[in-house]
């Protein structure tokens, strides 16, 4: 339970020292209620340039005003989208918000994001409604599939409070006769050393005649990415399905913006009240992340569903809203990492409106076994010759 404290009080110090630097520009809160992505959004927003993008769909995102930044043939299938530096730039120019609902509407325009997004509304809406053939369908699949959840940060430590324990969804995925098993992480270990125990866990279970799905969550994410490029388990053929629900996958820019000296004085004190090592600290950090994750390469069997948060900065939760203040001039962001860093190349789900602390949104259970009702529909839409997740591999920033 230290960590309930601690937590609290390191975003406390880091604010504080952020706001002792880098003096904070006032910004306007202005209501929004209009339709982004074919999702319903109402909120406030932190500029009138956001504000008038999100009242004018049609509004071109190559306009004069961001034609210099972005146009319409980069947000292509079969473009490379832009990368962080582009909507960091936006920010700076216009606003956090408006660079967020800009890459929104670029994700949106990418196949494999347009498709997902809508099988998600759709097995949602199924599980609101209790529908018996939805259920079925889930059901009837329980002998093909084991699900290995990978936990979060903390997960022994504090997951009940957190969510990062994985358990309420291993629960509802069980309830339907899956077979799963929580991958046995250390509780803070860095993000080597936590992919050599999932590729150990996945070698006992590859093998078996079941088809193996991953569902990992924030920190677990770039454990799962490293440990799949392993040479056993790359290419086996019993590998089917990932699910990463807001993936640190190229780290967080807040610690490496408390890495330097003085500012490292705050993390040292954090490290040592919880007994936590700076190795395993700084792996997720983005400047260990981002190198690393250039290494990562899907196994072309496997089928990919991100689960990415995106909120504007009047729907950010309690327990986001501190980190999310000190990452909003590097762009979009969940309050934790950078929008376009949490995306693994596949398909990806956007979670507009919803921040990195996922646990808050009261649908969360249910939107949990929503996503492995799109994974599996994803995976037989691949073994039928269907376009499959490689295909949003080129659309991805380069990282």
Not at 85 to 109: M, V
Request: proline share 6%; aromatic share 8%.
């Amino acid at each position: 339970m230290k960590y309930l404290v601690t937590m609290p009080a390191l975003a406390a110090a880091m604010l504080f020292l952020h706001c002792l630097q880098i003096p904070r520009a006032a910004a306007d809160s202005l209501p929004v209620d209009t339709m982004i992505a074919d999702t319903a959004l109402r909120t406030h927003v932190d500029s009138r340039h956001a504000r008038e993008l999100l009242h004018q769909p049609q509004l071109s995102i190559s306009s004069g005003k961001f034609n210099d930044y972005l146009t319409d043939k980069d947000c292509q299938p079969g473009s490379e989208l832009p990368g962080v530096e582009t909507f960091q730039r936006l920010t700076q120019d216009f606003s956090t918000d408006t660079a967020t609902a800009l890459l929104i509407r670029c994700l949106y325009q990418l196949p494999q994001v347009y498709q997902a997004q809508a099988l998600f509304r759709e097995a949602a809406q199924a599980r609101r409604e209790l529908d018996t053939l939805q259920a079925d369908y889930m059901r009837s699949r329980t002998h093909r599939y084991t699900v290995l959840f990978v936990p979060g940060w903390g997960y022994l430590s504090n997951g009940e409070v957190t969510g990062g324990n994985l358990r309420k969804p291993r629960e509802i995925i069980g309830a339907l006769g899956y077979e799963t098993h929580l991958v046995p992480l250390n509780d803070f270990g860095s993000v080597e050393d936590n992919a050599m125990i999932i590729a150990d866990t996945l070698r006992e279970h590859l093998g078996r005649g079941k088809q193996v799905l991953l569902a990992s969550a924030s920190s677990g994410g770039p454990s799962v990415a490293m440990a799949l490029n392993e040479p056993d388990i790359f290419s086996h053929p019993e590998l089917a399905g990932w699910i990463n629900i807001c993936g640190v996958l190229r780290g967080s820019p807040i610690i490496d913006h408390f890495t330097p000296w003085p500012r490292s004085l705050v993390i040292h004190v954090i490290n040592l009240f919880e007994g936590w090592t700076r190795d395993e600290l700084n792996s997720l950090s983005r400047s260990r992340s981002a190198p690393r994750f250039r290494q990562y390469r899907a196994p072309p069997q496997l089928t990919v569903l991100n689960y990415v948060g995106i909120p504007f900065s009047g729907q950010v939760s309690e327990m986001g809203r501190t980190l999310y203040s000190l990452l909003r001039k590097q762009g979009p962001n969940d309050g934790l990492t950078l929008i376009q860093d949490a995306i693994a190349p596949g398909y990806t789900v956007m979670a507009i409106g919803t921040d990195h602390f996922i646990r808050e949104d009261p649908e969360i259970d249910l939107k949990t076994a929503a996503l492995l009702s799109v994974l599996l529909r994803l995976i037989e839409s691949s073994a039928r010759g269907l376009p499959g997740n490689q295909a949003q591999a080129s659309a991805l920033p380069s990282g």
